[in-house]
């Protein structure tokens, strides 16, 4: 094998690991939208680190796979919750990747409000017995720097 067909069998390789991994990413943002809390479990390794919007600051493990509070999460709504990734940039190496989005959230809650707000996502991932396993999730809103302290959900990109 030539030093050529090694970088373009690694080039393929890598667009073929950033199908997968969008594809993926779709899969969990359609798990959220019908509200399936174990195939949007199913993505994630079982060491997952988790930074996600709604408190604790982190969760780990068996405590960030816990479908029963995904669920209940699902049950503060009202339909589905739709979640839309614009912006999607995905870096594959040898067996793990990440990729950064602005993300969209978009529904109505039980208790009669609608919500929409956009925030940022960084997703880690490997690649454990040649399938693409969520490791890391980071999400956020931006917040005033004002002093309020409050969070900037009026953003848009």
């Not at 969760?59 to 796979?65: C, K, Q, S």
């Not at 919500?115 to 931006?142: M, N």
């Amino acid at each position: 094998m030539t030093t050529t067909d090694h970088a373009e069998n690694t080039g393929t390789e890598r667009k073929t690991d950033e199908a997968a991994i969008r594809e993926l990413l779709q899969d969990r943002a359609t798990a959220t939208a019908e509200r399936d809390a174990e195939r949007f479990l199913g993505h994630c390794a079982p060491e997952i680190v988790d930074f996600g919007l709604a408190p604790p600051l982190r969760l780990t493990g068996p405590e960030a796979l816990d479908r029963q509070a995904v669920e209940a999460w699902y049950a503060t709504w009202e339909g589905p919750v739709e979640v839309t990734s614009t912006q999607i940039e995905i870096t594959v190496g040898d067996g793990v990747a990440f990729a950064h989005s602005i993300n969209r959230m978009h529904g109505a809650k039980a208790c009669d409000s609608e919500v929409q707000l956009w925030f940022r996502a960084t997703v880690g991932l490997r690649k454990i017995d040649g399938v693409w396993r969520i490791t890391h999730v980071h999400e956020s809103v931006p917040f005033r720097m004002d002093g309020s302290g409050l969070a900037a959900l009026d953003l848009t990109p």
